[in-house]
């Protein structure tokens, strides 16, 4: 417990230097949540002593939601714009998903990650110049078709530009994406595409540390 509150604090602290706004959105949401619950209860007429307690804990529930979605936000912000960025937040997501990170790369540190999952194969693309890009996405996007069959690939560009999706909106664009493999399928995929990696070299700079391992 000790130390879950030792890591609780650190992540306040390092969020509030990176999101100046993080005290009022949580006090904020703490107050308005409590006077709403003692408000339904005052029109219930139900017992003040439970109610406040009951008013207290969800209050403080909230807090916390509101705190993870602003520390989650603020990392997002500090690694921004740094090559592997986006292998981060595929790293970290929840659920079914095989990622392979820097699949393809240049020396400009563009990099294609390949993440697996229950939607078919997802090529995610991040790096400085768009027209760079999005010719070492097409090039991989055409290796990984050679093999594929009919299973759905899907190609993202994380970026600012027109049509990109934003590293904020990656994990989300990930999640709602249509699934169109069963649970055992999707593991079999993986394998069956990870003789493309051999004798891959590894590339070189900064990667930012993932959240997750997933294989």
Do not use: C
Not at 31 to 42: H, P, Q, S
Not at 62 to 89: H, N, T, Y
Not at 118 to 138: I, T
Request: hydrophobic share 45%; aromatic share 6%.
């Amino acid at each position: 417990m000790r130390e879950r509150m030792a890591q609780l604090r650190a992540a306040f602290v390092a969020t509030k230097k990176a999101d100046d706004k993080l005290v009022p959105f949580v006090a904020g949401a703490v107050a308005v949540t409590f006077l709403v619950v003692l408000g339904l209860i005052g029109l219930w007429g139900g017992r003040w002593i439970l109610g406040t307690i009951s008013a207290t804990l969800l209050s403080l529930l909230v807090g916390l939601i509101v705190f993870g979605k602003r520390s989650q936000r603020a990392q997002l912000s500090m690694i921004e714009g740094q090559p592997g960025a986006a292998a981060a937040v595929l790293q970290s997501l929840r659920g079914q998903w095989f990622v392979t990170p820097a699949v393809a790369f240049n020396k400009k540190q563009d990099l294609v990650h390949r993440v697996v999952g229950r939607p078919g194969v997802v090529l995610v693309a991040e790096g400085d110049s768009p027209a760079r890009v999005k010719q070492l996405l097409a090039q991989e996007k055409k290796k990984v078709s050679r093999v594929l069959g009919d299973t759905p690939l899907h190609t993202i560009v994380v970026g600012t530009g027109e049509g990109d999706t934003t590293l904020q909106q990656l994990s989300f664009t990930m999640t709602k994406l249509p699934r169109a493999l069963s649970k055992t399928e999707v593991p079999k995929l993986d394998r069956k595409l990870a003789p493309l990696d051999r004798g891959m070299p590894i590339p070189q700079g900064y990667m930012p540390r993932p959240g997750k391992k997933q294989r």
